[in-house]
């Protein structure tokens, strides 16, 4: 299983990004994606999830109503969408995938390779 983010890049304050991650060689039971956020000298945080079958998500409270995590099946891909950006989301996000969503990183065997985030003030 292999997961590829994407989509970082630099962005003011108050604007949108869309961040991407596609999975190769997804199997079934892996039906949990997150995605997770670390900022420099912080521990991971959790962002947010979806399950392949039925699009169930979950958000952390503090990013409820800016962040929306959706799904593209046929495209093995899922996605974050972020508006209204503040300077301390500036992080390295990542996706990650498993058995069940959770919001605890240690429960995710699989992650992509990091994709960063500046929001500039």
């Known amino acids: 299983v292999q997961l590829q983010a994407s989509g970082g890049g630099l962005v003011q304050a108050g604007g949108s990004l869309r961040l991407s991650c596609i999975v190769s060689?997804?199997?079934?039971?892996?039906?949990?994606m997150a995605w997770f956020r670390q900022s420099r000298g912080k521990e991971r945080e959790f962002v947010g999830t979806?399950?392949?079958?039925?699009?169930?998500?979950a958000y952390a409270d503090s990013m409820k109503g800016r962040f929306t995590i959706s799904r593209d099946n046929a495209k093995n891909t899922v996605y974050l969408e972020m508006n209204s950006l503040k300077p301390e989301d500036t992080a390295v996000y990542y996706c990650?995938?498993?058995?069940?969503?959770?919001?605890?990183?240690?429960?995710?065997?699989?992650w992509g390779q990091g994709t960063q985030v500046t929001v500039s003030s």
């Open positions: 990650a995938t498993s058995r069940f969503p959770d919001r605890r990183p240690e429960q995710y065997n699989y």
């Open positions: 060689g997804r199997t079934f039971e892996l039906n949990a």
């Open positions: 979806i399950t392949w079958h039925g699009g169930s998500t």
